[in-house]
């Protein structure tokens, strides 16, 4: 079956940089890309962004540039997600999840499924 | 950005009820909306794609339906396991957005 695992907790410092894992299996990982999302505690839902794993194409949200970066391994189907200059806001439950669909080097926009079982990244002095 | 706007953000209903949650959208998004169930401790749940496509697995209680600005998600009738938070998200352009959740409790 389709699913993504991810690594771990973290707790980070402000101003430290935090790397999450998503390990994806029961697909063909270049088909999609995989997108981050995260979610504050007691929040909604954030969109941070998706990296295509066909080409290693980005796109973040604008909030978030310069501050994070996201990669892919074809060779092991994993991918990682790294923010960096942590603040206490950045405190959260982050998610991979697969999507958008790629083909032919073009992604094209659409939900998310499955989603991983979230990663909690504590930031705190 | 595409801001998507739930209503309401919280409810109380019964088991067996027909529940009808509404996400409005700041401008048009098509058909290009997703609708998830969240469970407290858990990662998100496609259960509408496409605005009114059923995602497999998913029971058929749950429809959804509308476009353009109005989208609605209605679960015919209520069964325990569907008490939990529920998000909208528009895929049709970029940043990708959800809407604030709504939140479905027990009467």
């Known amino acids: 079956q389709v699913q993504l695992v991810q690594s771990g907790a973290e707790v980070k410092k402000p101003g430290a940089s935090v790397k999450v894992s998503c390990k994806a299996s029961g697909y063909t990982f270049t088909s999609y890309g995989i997108s981050w999302v995260r979610q504050a505690p007691g929040q909604g839902l954030e969109w941070m962004g998706w990296?295509?794993?066909?080409?290693?194409?980005?796109n973040y949200a604008q909030e978030l540039q310069g501050r994070v970066t996201m990669t892919t391994d074809t060779s092991t189907s994993t991918a990682y997600m790294e923010l960096r200059s942590l603040r206490s806001d950045d405190t959260a439950v982050y998610y991979c999840?697969?999507?958008?669909?790629?083909?032919?080097?073009?992604?094209?926009?659409?939900?998310?499924?499955?989603w991983g079982q979230g990663t909690l990244v504590t930031v705190s002095s | 950005a595409i801001q998507l706007t739930q209503s309401p953000s919280s409810l109380s209903a019964s088991v067996g009820d027909r529940v009808t949650i509404t996400c409005r959208a700041s401008q048009g998004i098509s058909s290009n909306l997703a609708w998830y169930q969240q469970k407290p401790g858990k990662a998100p749940k496609l259960l509408i794609y496409d605005a009114s496509s059923l995602q497999s697995g998913v029971p058929s209680r749950f429809s959804g339906s509308g476009s353009g600005t109005d989208v609605t998600l209605t679960i015919s009738s209520l069964q325990p396991e569907d008490f939990a938070t529920y998000y909208c998200q528009q895929f049709n352009s970029y940043p990708i957005t959800f809407g604030q959740g709504t939140r479905l409790e027990i009467k």
């Open positions: 999840a697969r999507g958008p669909y790629c083909s032919g080097g073009t992604c094209y926009s659409q939900w998310f499924d499955p």
């Open positions: 990296i295509s794993n066909y080409n290693g194409n980005t």
